[in-house]
């Protein structure tokens, strides 16, 4: 696949490094790459993928852009808040490199499709969010024979690998069981430094390139780690596990799964006693019975949208303020999504209180029961 004038012109500083040259720049051409998330992670890695010349750039997002994604999904401006991602990225791309071509995939990826997605790519980058999103590229991947550059960030840190090379450790390697999902906080619970997935996105773009041009040491048996915090990084090795069932020696996925079941019996079997439907919780406040809310938010999510006649402790004081609540009275606590208050419930029955926690956070509340309280 021959370069034209324009792109002898634009990718003439790629041209010049012996290691890429014409015919790598040829070989960027004819890659077609699936980037999995048009959020943190996908925003960096599509733009400099698109930049580099990679001929074919598929985006899968089911999304729209929300305010709160513009800190650090930089593929997304102001004017595009309400789009469908994948119509924004496909925007931006072109404008920053008429010469690929952008294939939008405005779905969310799951058993019954990943296989045809990914089937026209050869080389999928995971910039997903989440446990069964991350199982299901890998798995499908692994499937297919194609490689994943993997990338997740929380918090202050983050991490890149290459994973389901020919003789490398896949995700399951990696993580052979999920997390229980109820104490996984995501972007919107626990936070994210803004220019975090810039790196790690980056990264990724990285190693997708030096994979397609054949070129350095793809982190293929090793996990970087990079703290922002500490401006470190730490790569770990790791194996394949012949015993693995995505690509060990007898594997035993040979088809797709239900994903979000095989993440959800992470969690243990005696959810509902520790945790409360909004609705029910709703009921019980309009009887004549004694509650006690504890909003484990921070002051500044309370002041967006405050949870109705709450006590405002946040989840890092709770320990010391233990004597402020009735013992004798039972607990709610609610967060934002549902992570930090089921901390706290767990927290609070250890100290010997009747406690439970709000499924779905605040944000369930709102969509259940008070549709007036504003969402963030």
């Not at 010349?53 to 595009?80: C, F, K, S, Y």
Request: net charge negative; charged share 20%; glycine share 10%.
């Amino acid at each position: 696949m021959s370069l034209g004038p324009d792109e002898l012109i634009r990718y003439a500083r790629h041209l010049t490094l012996a290691e890429v040259g014409v015919a790598g720049q040829e070989r960027l051409k004819a890659a077609r790459v699936l980037i999995v998330g048009a959020g943190g992670l996908g925003s960096p890695a599509a733009l400099y993928l698109a930049a580099a010349g990679v001929g074919t750039i598929g985006i899968v997002d089911a999304d729209r852009v929300d305010l709160t994604n513009l800190q650090r999904q930089i593929l997304h401006g102001t004017a595009a808040v309400g789009r469908d991602k994948v119509a924004s990225a496909e925007d931006r791309l072109r404008d920053l490199n008429p010469l690929v071509t952008v294939v939008p995939h405005a779905l969310r990826l799951d058993s019954s499709n990943v296989a045809a997605v990914l089937g026209g790519y050869n080389l999928v980058l995971d910039g997903s969010d989440n446990f069964p999103t991350r199982y299901l590229i890998n798995d499908a991947a692994v499937r297919a024979g194609k490689p994943v550059i993997y990338g997740a960030i929380f918090r202050f840190a983050g991490q890149v690998s290459v994973l389901g090379a020919p003789g490398g450790p896949c995700y399951r390697c990696l993580y052979p069981d999920p997390p229980d999902p109820r104490l996984v906080p995501n972007c919107a619970e626990a936070g994210v430094l803004g220019v975090l997935p810039g790196v790690i996105g980056t990264l990724q773009a990285t190693e997708a390139i030096k994979w397609l041009l054949g070129i350095g040491e793809p982190l293929i048996g090793r996990l970087l780690v990079y703290d922002a915090l500490a401006a470190s990084t730490t790569t770990i090795a790791v194996r394949r596990d012949r015993g693995c069932p995505a690509c060990g020696e007898s594997p035993t996925l040979t088809g797709p799964i239900d994903y979000e079941d095989f993440c959800r019996t992470a969690a243990p079997t005696d959810s509902g006693a520790a945790e409360i439907d909004p609705r029910e919780l709703a009921a019980r406040r309009a009887e004549p019975m004694v509650l006690q809310i504890v909003d484990v938010r921070e002051p500044w999510e309370v002041a967006l949208a405050p949870f109705p006649d709450a006590r405002v402790v946040p989840l890092a004081d709770l320990p010391g303020r233990l004597g402020e609540l009735d013992p004798a009275v039972e607990v709610i606590t609610v967060c934002h999504l549902g992570q930090r208050s089921l901390v706290a419930q767990r927290l609070l029955v250890a100290a010997g209180f009747r406690a439970r926690s709000l499924v779905g956070g605040i944000d369930a509340w709102a969509a259940l029961v008070d549709p007036a309280l504003p969402r963030y």
